[in-house]
């Protein structure tokens, strides 16, 4: 007997499952018919609206990549985005639970946010929101219309909205996929022609910005850097716009987060910069700019070596993803060939610059002759000696130069251009006549010179030419090659130029640096009087020359120790930093002399350094008859203090808040204490120094500063016990740690005597 199939259902339910089965066709066809996905997702919208009876609609999408939901609103003649993670709001609950919502009173749902109708003046009452599922029941986004027309939504209005978006599912992810497809493409051709103009970019610094900005735009980053090192100083640098002009920052190609990934050649992604110890904030602080991600990736050339970072803060959206890293890995790897070239060239052109500026300011005259004998160039100041302009110079055989002095010069040309000699030559005091030219300048007559004579060999060993040197020491020259032996040469310069303000005294704001021996009086009696002299004139070579590589100005030896002036007797922007940089050099170049000295059997010496840049008088001091440059004031003696401070402290390099307010560069630095020197009413910050340390005497460096830092906060708060702990984890960084030991001792007797009104303010009862 055969089952009777007749349909019982009323009219009415005929019709509304006709009416939907109509509405889901046309759904499918209408969607199925768009050829791009903002079609298909407004198309949907207008169809879900319609057939809910709604006021609007929107409907999401899921970005994977991100984690957010974005959706597409025509503006005009113009597509706007709009994202939003997909976990925030109905909608990111729907999609991360995967459950539909029914609200019919937005207002008394906890879970609507009000602040978008009160930003847009819209009124939300009611609200249906849908997971968009796929055949196979992968929710890819959520659908949402807003404001029933007539009564409340009910059952019905959600099955519907999900059967509609259920059955535009499949024409949706197609059309996100070739949209995805396309967005690639363009992408990738994009990608392709900026490599092609990368790649023909010679000049280093429009280079530089160019990659930076395709860095940051490529990954949706707020900004980036790009790092390369400087073989020479063992650096990483980067150029930076500064205005008009673009500056340059430098630091080892070991520190921080840059040095890090340039060392181990291994990508660093941390999603929470100021959650990282590696980390440190102090350029956000300087700067204003908050760090919250970091992306950094190591730049390798095509034969492997690493010749730099690059490094992208803050992508929008969230943290950077793996794909975020291996899409700039790619960027590099395409552009560093670029970079190498860029490099190169810029390098080959600022020694070019240099060369030409060098010799253009050289006091001494620089000849150059070719193989055959003849002058190739002559600076001006050869002009200048010789009495002659170009003319009259290059283009003819030396022989024809020289005049009477050929006798001599010649024949040290000859020994030097000899391949089995290549020797260079010295000649003192030569006596050259000057040529009869009626354009140059000066009078005829002879000059007194110093003459060098040295090969100019190419890479391949192959001899060039012949270089001339001519060091006149005439007259004035003479006078200041003695003056010299006896004060610093700046100095020296001066008095001959006839300054009469130098004979007097003036204030100024210098940069003032004292050194000292430690144990010095035992170390002396220990090696005798004859050692002891050969010990300090070995010791103050060493020092001096770090001084006066940076510009300084040697004051005095006072004992064993150095008093030294940046800013004396000329000034310069960054007299700061210059006296930061001797202190380093000094003790780097300390550390590599002790070496020396165990390796002969002989004691190895330490030394303090204290600087501090102030207000100070400078001049001669004295009496007529014998007078001393020198300088006198608080700002004196404050560097004294602070080196002194050293021992206290366990330091070799302690600046004050003022020296250090006013650096330029980026150092690895500490802030050691806010105190009273002796003398003084007013507390002065103390900073140390640790850029000349190496991971073998300063392990975990960077860690250890982090934790000291934290336990400094903690100690100026007067929380005893738990400034104690953060100078413990110091330890554990670096156990030789002395200072913090001394802040474990210190705290433990503030603990058991807490002060009356504690400022974190340190009174110094020595000098």
Known sequence: MAADRTDTSSPSDQAKRLHFAETLLHVSRTVSA??????????LVEMTVTETDSDRGTLFLNDAATGELYSRVLQGEQTLEIRLLNDVGIAGRVFTTHEPLIINDAYADPRFNRDIDELTGYTTRNIVCAPIRTA??????????????????????????????SQASAALMSASRLEDVDTRRTEEMGFLRLVSDLTAELDLDSLLQKVMAEATRMLRAERSTLF???????????????????????????????????????????????AD??????????????????????????????IGVTQVLNRRGGPFTAE???????????????????????????????????LASMSNGVLTLDKAGSVATCNEAGRRILGAGTAMIVGRHHSEVFGEAEAIIGAMVARVADDTVRTP?????????????????????VVSANVSVLPLIGGNGEHLGTMIVMEDISGEKRVRSTMARYMDPGLADQLLRGDEDLLGGKSVEASVLFSDVRSFTTLAEELGPQATVTLLNDYFTIMVECIQQQGGMLDKFIGDAIMAAFGLPVAHEDDADRAVQAAISMISSLFEW?????????PPIDMGVGINTGTVVAGNIGSPKRMDFTMIGDGVNLASRLESACKEYSARILISEHTFGLLKGVYRTREVDHVVVKGKTQPVGVY???????????????????????GMEKYRAGTWDAAIDAFRETLRANPDDALAGTYIERCTVLQGNPPADWDGVWVMTSK
């Open 688 to 710: 140390e120094v640790l850029d000349y340390h190496t991971p073998q005497t300063f392990p975990n460096l960077m860690d250890a500063v982090n934790h000291f830092r934290d």
């Open 136 to 165: 196979r029941g992968v929710v890819i986004g959520v659908a949402q219309v807003l404001n029933k027309q007539s009564g409340s939504y009910d059952d019905e209005d959600l099955a519907l909205i999900e059967a509609m978006t």
């Open 34 to 43: 768009m050829e791009t996905l903002d079609e298909a997702l407004a198309a």
């Open 228 to 274: 390369l090192l400087d073989e020479r100083t063992n650096e990483l640098f980067a150029r930076v716009a500064e205005g008009d002009s673009v500056g340059e920052i430098r630091f080892p190609s070991s520190a921080g987060i840059a040095g890090t990934v340039f060392t181990t050649g291994e990508s660093i992604n941390i999603a929470h910069a100021y």
């Open 425 to 445: 030559e010295l000649a003192m005091d030569v006596d050259v006549q000057r040529l009869s030219d009626p354009s140059a300048d000066g009078a005829d007559g």
């Open 594 to 602: 002790n070496h020396q000295r165990i390796q002969d059997g002989r």
């Open 324 to 358: 975020d890293e291996q899409r700039l890995k790619a960027f590099t790897a395409q552009v560093s060939i670029a970079l190498q070239n860029a490099k190169l060239f810029d390098d080959v052109q600022n020694m070019r610059n240099y060369s030409e500026a060098m």
């Open 277 to 306: 110890l590696r980390f440190n904030p102090d350029l956000d602080r300087r700067t204003g700019f908050f760090t919250r991600s970091i992306l950094c990736v190591p730049v390798i050339s095509n034969d492997g070596h690493i």
